[in-house]
């Protein structure tokens, strides 16, 4: 069994920074492809970042691009979103998944996080 938690939500000024962990546990987290997305009160969950087994390639929803990075610590087990200029839209309950592939984006992830809260204030 596969756990996924994150954690380092929280309240944040517009143009303030956040960033967001995630431990996976497990032996072969290097071999997990991970991803964070958000969901928005009365909104859909909707994807935000994705990275690869080996964090050589990453993915970004348009509306997050050139403001949040995603990045990963295979010795930690562990996935960082760096949210920067963040601004009041960005507000929302932040998951972090993971699913064994070489994709950098699966159509699928088998393991999900319980969430934490990025609330931006205008």
């Known amino acids: 069994q596969v756990q996924v938690v994150e954690s380092g939500g929280g309240l944040v000024q517009a143009g303030g920074s956040l960033r967001l962990s995630c431990v996976a546990s497990g032996r072969t987290f290097s071999s997990y492809a991970m991803g964070w997305f958000r969901q928005a009160p009365g909104k859909e969950r909707k994807f935000v970042a994705a990275?690869?087994?080996?964090?050589?390639?990453?993915d970004y929803a348009d509306s997050v691009k050139g403001r949040f990075t995603i990045s990963r610590d295979s010795a930690k087990n562990t996935v960082y979103l760096q949210m920067n200029s963040l601004k009041p839209e960005d507000t929302a309950v932040y998951y972090c998944a993971a699913t064994i592939s070489r994709m950098v984006r699966p159509s699928r992830y088998d393991y999900w996080g319980q969430g934490t809260q990025v609330t931006v204030s205008a």
């Open positions: 990275i690869n087994w080996s964090g050589g390639t990453t």
